[in-house]
């Protein structure tokens, strides 16, 4: 479960920083449905329906049979802002205990598991929603597995527990979570921007809340929350995806249509925050390895025109290598990295500036230089080159976002706080009307010296104020509005193995092992893999940083393109992603293909953009330094090393990366280009809209005779047995603190044991919160937000590995270790039961149906095959295998392969805190 306190890049309004949606359905209109008893038909727009309930609950139904998986999200109108003084961090820990189980569902977080769904809950200042995404029509203890999570969802909405014992073991985990983000300077930045730039609007108040607050509010106090804002007619619910619309309206009056109609009045918010008066600025002191300086300016609500034309302020800013405040900062070398985005919502927001400056590095010049780049940009309005550049991009993001149905709820959820769900296609079509003029004259209202937060306070004769203008009404914004005629062009895909082989044309090209798979989808969208193999554990030994160094430097510039010329020409054929995963579309692949081979084989090296790529680089690696995940992390990886400095498989300390980057040089990255980039071997998958006839001979003609000089052949690991260890590692001045674990294991990918370890493993630690290990420590002993186990096998050698990670407070990072190490003993001694067996199976096996049904994951999974000289046979061959496992062969598997007293385990945290005894 998330906190999201919309800290997002600003975006049009009504899909500011969330998922756009995607137009579908023939014609304007779904069919008529026969509408059960009391059940209203609302608005249709572009294949989304609305249907009112009696009782007040709006239904949203998107039919798509396009993939077979359904979306059910539930948004409710209330969020952060809603909170009283004492309560802040209400609403996000309710939405934790409400997967704490209800009168019917007692066991909510297993029976995802045991079902196989994605699922998760976010709160943010305005709204929570909470959302599953699952195998469509797959029966399941005699319900299917949408009628179970809507009969789930409309009892946990009035029935949920909201107990005292699970408040009382979720306290830990939701202060676990405040304090994982009190490690983060930029999340600990802008919270105190929000409570420094409000006075008295309740968006000054962090979402994940006050300390305080979240350790003492009362039982009561949560359940009069829940009982007045988590009731029908204030809520939303959306079911997406491969389901019958009849017969799903049904079941939703049955289910949410016996709760009975609300008689309370919703409370009334009348808080209007006044105009600031001058500029602010703060300070955070905080041990830590970077310096950020940010700025932030009061704007309207996402409700105004305003809003929209600040997205392209923000963009033209702050955002890319082309942005203005890039080209002033980091080609300069004052700062690493800079950002623009803007935070609103219902009310009143911020837009936000800042930049990373490398620790040691002046920071003043920065700030005084951003200030003035951003509070002259009225006079000196965006070029028509800049305008489009964000028009095509936030276009290009709407177009791929519209082919997803699994990220609707939340898409919706945001435009849905703001009163409308329409409201989403209002700001799409604004797009196209927003001018330079508008651009300029709404930056000039804004971006003023005393409506920013980052100056002292003086006093002033003529104060420049910046006056928030009232947010026009919901109904005036719809009065004029015409949706657009929906449209719907894909084939309803069988994700089987059998039929991924059917469709599949493998071929060999040059060096490159080729799969290809036609199908139809919407958007005529298309997803390519491509993999390349570089030298050997003798030509690659002493390259240091020269490799990744290289990798990074091809999208900067090649002999025809500079990096932003080069950016411009992605986003032109519509190529998300790098140049060895990225999606585009079917009229586009040609050119795309064309594009990347060129990218590949003639990247010009700027020597500015390496000296830039450099030092971003040294401050990325000085960042992690005292962060306890990193230094755990590497403190670890560091005693199962079995390989020489200089090895490219051997583990690398920050002082060796810093010293590997220092040392690299631009004449060693061309000479690595030069002799180790090659199409032979490499592996090419491409899945999606295209024609494979067409494509065949192109990727011959660019890539066939395409090999490296450098010879190639697999970075084989050996297996070893390492003594075990125990470290505790000082990371002062952290609120949190991490765990990890390991034991290296003889085990290889076509092992006969290795189905029933891998349902081990998800039995014991890699299935969620209902798995064993994160049912001990966050719910039961509510010792950790976050953590899980992990089961790597090798695949062309044996070795392979058992990890166990974790976060927490330093004060419980003691028992945490205990607790892990008592369940590693209890799965050892007692094995696991037959109900886990069987819920370990439905997940896995669910789960992977889902993945197959992913372009990008099927393109991704034909390159992993091909390279190991396999295809999708063995896929199925291997889900029989698990299908096949008996609980004696679970535990054999288990008790063989995990041995607790190998386990060598690293914590890192403050040590100061860890002295202090745990809340």
Not at 109 to 137: C, I, K, P
């Amino acid at each position: 479960m998330n906190q999201n306190s919309c800290k997002r890049r600003a975006r049009p309004r009504f899909f500011a920083g969330a998922i756009a949606l995607f137009a579908f359905l023939c014609c304007g209109a779904a069919a008529a449905l026969t509408l059960p008893k009391g059940v209203v038909q609302g608005p249709q727009v572009e294949g989304i329906t609305e249907y009112r309930l009696p009782n007040g609950l709006k239904v949203l139904l998107f039919p798509d049979a396009s993939k077979p998986t359904v979306t059910v999200n539930v948004t409710y109108l209330v969020g952060s802002r809603h909170e009283n003084y004492g309560e802040t961090g209400m609403a996000h820990l309710l939405e934790h205990l409400m997967f704490k189980g209800s009168s019917r569902n007692r066991a909510i977080t297993q029976q995802f598991a045991e079902r196989g769904m994605q699922f998760n809950g976010t709160t943010s200042l305005d709204r929570t929603n909470y959302y599953e995404v699952f195998q469509a029509d797959a029966p399941t203890s005699g319900l299917s597995n949408l009628d179970w999570a809507l009969q789930m969802e409309a009892d946990r909405m009035v029935n949920s527990f909201i107990a005292r014992k699970d408040l009382d073991s979720e306290m830990t985990v939701v202060r676990n979570e405040y304090e994982s983000g009190e490690n983060s300077p930029s999340s600990v930045l802008f919270k105190r921007m929000e409570s420094v730039a409000y006075d008295w609007h309740s968006y000054g108040r962090s979402t994940i809340g006050n300390r305080s607050d979240i350790e003492n509010v009362g039982i009561g106090n949560l359940q009069a929350f829940y009982r007045t804002w988590y009731q029908p007619d204030n809520a939303v619910l959306l079911v997406a995806g491969k389901f019958d619309p009849a017969k799903t309206l049904g079941v939703i009056a049955r289910t949410f249509g016996a709760i009975p109609k609300p008689t309370r009045v919703l409370p009334k918010f009348w808080t209007v925050e006044p105009t600031q008066d001058g500029e602010r600025d703060f300070y955070v002191r905080r041990q830590g390895d970077v310096q950020i300086v940010a700025l932030g300016y009061k704007v309207s609500s996402a409700l105004h025109d305003d809003s929209d034309v600040l997205a392209f302020t923000s963009d033209i800013l702050g955002n890319g290598p082309a942005a203005r405040l890039h080209k002033l900062l980091i080609d300069s070398g004052m700062a690493s990295e800079v950002f623009g985005f803007g935070q609103t919502g219902y009310a009143p927001g911020m837009q936000l500036f800042g930049a990373v400056v490398k620790k040691g590095q002046p920071i003043e010049p920065v700030r005084a230089a951003m200030t003035a780049a951003v509070e002259d940009f009225a006079r000196h309005p965006p070029t028509q080159e800049e305008m489009e550049r964000v028009r095509r991009n936030i276009g290009n993001e709407i177009d791929k976002s519209l082919n997803d149905p699994q990220r609707v709820g939340v898409a919706l959820s945001e435009a849905i706080a703001l009163g409308d769900w329409r409201l989403y296609f209002i700001g799409r079509e604004r797009l196209a009307t927003i001018s330079v003029d508008d651009v300029a004259k709404v930056s000039a209202r804004y971006l003023r010296r005393d409506n920013r937060v980052t100056g002292f306070f003086q006093p002033e004769d003529a104060p420049q104020r910046a006056d928030i203008p009232q947010a026009p009404s919901v109904e005036s914004l719809l009065k004029n509005f015409k949706p657009r005629a929906a449209s719907l062009v894909s084939e309803n895909f069988e994700p089987s193995q059998d039929n991924i082989m059917k469709r599949s044309r493998l071929l060999t090209v040059g060096g490159i092992k080729l799969a290809l798979l036609p199908k139809k989808n919407r958007g005529e969208a298309v997803s390519v893999a491509f993999v390349q193999h570089f030298g050997d554990e003798k030509n690659l030994f002493g390259k240091g940083a020269v490799p990744a160094l290289t990798a990074a430097m091809l999208m900067r510039g090649s002999t025809k393109y500079s990096r932003i010329a080069l950016a411009d020409a992605f986003d032109k054929l519509r190529i998300s992603g790098g140049p060895h995963r990225f999606e585009t579309t079917r009229a586009n692949l040609a050119e795309a293909l064309e594009l990347v081979a060129h990218v590949l084989k003639e990247p010009a090296f700027p020597a500015a953009e390496f000296e830039q790529l450099r030092q971003q680089a040294l401050v990325g690696i000085e960042s992690s330094r005292s962060e306890p995940q990193a230094v755990a992390s590497r403190a670890l990886a560091e005693q199962f090393n079995l390989y020489p400095r200089g090895d490219p498989r051997a583990e690398t300390t920050i002082d060796e990366d810093i010293a590997d980057t220092r040392a690299a040089t631009l004449e060693q990255v061309k000479e690595f280009h030069q002799q180790f980039y090659g199409a032979a071997p490499a592996e090419l998958a491409i899945v999606g809209d295209f024609d494979a006839a067409a494509i065949a001979p192109l990727v011959d003609q660019l890539f066939g005779s395409w090999k490296a000089q450098a010879h190639v052949a697999p970075l084989l690991r050996r297996h070893e047995d390492i003594a075990p260890v125990r470290k505790t590692l000082d990371t002062p001045d952290k609120e949190n603190g991490f765990y990890t674990a390991r034991m290296n294991l003889d085990l290889n990918i076509e092992d006969a044991d290795y189905p029933a370890l891998m349902l081990a493993n998800y039995v014991f630690g890699e299935g969620g919160l209902k798995s064993r290990l994160m049912d001990r420590i966050r719910q039961k002993d509510g010792l950790s937000y976050g953590g899980g186990s992990q089961l790597a096998p090798g695949e062309l050698d044996r070795a392979g590995m058992f990890a166990i990670s974790a976060i927490a407070a330093p004060q419980n990072l003691r028992k945490l270790d205990a607790a892990v190490r008592e369940e590693l003993a209890r799965a050892a001694q007692r094995g696991f039961t037959q109900a886990e067996l069987a819920g370990a199976k439905s997940g896995v096996l669910q789960q992977r149906m889902q993945n197959r049904a992913e372009d990008a994951v099927l393109a991704a999974g034909w390159t992993s095959y091909l390279y190991r000289g396999k295809t999708f046979d063995w896929s199925r061959q291997f889900e029989q295998r698990l299908a096949a496992v008996t609980l004696a062969q679970l535990n054999a598997a288990f008790r063989k392969a995990i041995d607790p007293s190998k386990l060598s385990v690293v914590m890192a945290g403050d040590q100061q805190k860890a002295t202090v005894a745990p809340k």
